[in-house]
Every structure is written in C-alpha cells, then in structure tokens.
C-alpha cells in the first residue's frame, strides 16, 4: 500500500513537472511570434555589419541626434508608453545608464510613438538617458536593425566602431542582468 502511494505521487509529481514545462514551451511559442519579412527595398542590419545612417530627433528638445557612427558602445532600446514590460524596464535602464556615467555604455531609448505620449509616460516614470522618438511602422528603424518580429522592448548593441553586436527581445528584469548581456557580448 505504501509503496503505490509512493509511486502514484510520484507520477503525478513527474506528470505536473512535465505539464509545466510543456505549458511554458507552447506559451514562448505563442509569444514569440515569426519573424517577417523585411519591406520591400529594406535591408536589415545583421549582427557583425555596420549600423546604417540613423539621425533620430531627441524627445525633449527636437533636436536630430546621431545614432549610428563611431562613438562610445550603445545600448538601444525601442519602447512605448503603451507597452507593459517596456513600462517596468525603463527604470531599469535608467539605473544601468547611471551606473556606466559619461565613459561607459550610453543608454539610447527611441520611443516609437507620438512624442506627446511618450513625454506624457515621462512624466510619471522619469529617466535621464538620451530619448529620441521615431513613428512606428512596418520600416522603422527597429526593424531595420533587426526587429522582424514586431516585439517590443526590443534591444541592440552597437559598438564604438558603428557594428551591430546584438539584438535582444524583451524587458530586462533588473540593471545585472543589462551588464550580463552587454559584458557576453561586447568585444
């Protein structure tokens, strides 16, 4: 008796092992959705090319700053106020951003939306790293540095030569796991 009581929990410890995993699985393959094919005439920057020319004006001031080009390594991040986990992670890129200060990696944010609505989410979530604002859209600026699944937050990493390093979908939880993800692939 005892030892099929064993062997019943047992099965259902394995079975609900098991059931967990599966539903995490199908729920990444639900959330991850295919990738798409780029616009017509686009062409997308892979990880080792060059970043194209990307001019970008800055939220605050309206003012056209430069993206791409030599420079110290950044860290961009295409966002939008609408966007819960891109709502959780911009204090953690904030608290990264000050961490690196004026020699480290720079922290780009590109809000793609309206201006108003981002300046509005701003005011209630402030950071102090550089935002710029572009119109989203099947052509954006993210796509062409990678982003064919339409996902944000949605992030990349460009050395102080101009190269595209990395890409990454998704919020990060916490300033560590932002210098994990720079430090494994930085050169």
């Not at 539903?23 to 959705?33: E, K, N, T």
């Not at 990454?168 to 494994?184: K, T």
Request: with cysteine.
């Amino acid at each position: 008796m005892k030892r099929d009581a064993i062997l019943t929990w047992g099965a259902i410890v394995v079975l609900g092992g098991l059931s967990a995993w599966l539903g995490w699985w199908l729920g990444q393959r639900a959330l991850m959705p295919d990738e798409k094919p780029a616009p017509p005439g686009m062409v997308i920057t892979e990880i080792g090319q060059p970043v194209p020319e990307l001019v970008l004006p800055d939220l605050r001031s309206g003012e056209p700053v430069t993206v791409s080009g030599p420079g110290r390594t950044r860290l961009v991040n295409y966002w939008a106020s609408w966007c819960g986990p891109c709502r959780k992670e911009m204090p953690v890129l904030d608290a990264y951003a000050r961490q690196q200060g004026g020699n480290g990696v720079k922290v780009v944010g590109i809000a793609l939306e309206s201006p108003d609505e981002a300046l509005a989410f701003l005011r209630e979530v402030p950071v102090d790293f550089t935002l710029l604002v572009e119109n989203p859209g099947p052509g954006d600026s993210s796509v062409q540095l990678g982003n064919r699944r339409g996902i944000l937050p949605y992030t990349v990493l460009v050395d102080a030569s101009g190269t595209l390093l990395a890409t990454h979908y998704g919020a990060f939880p916490d300033p560590e796991s932002v210098q994990a993800w720079v430090n494994s692939n930085a050169r």
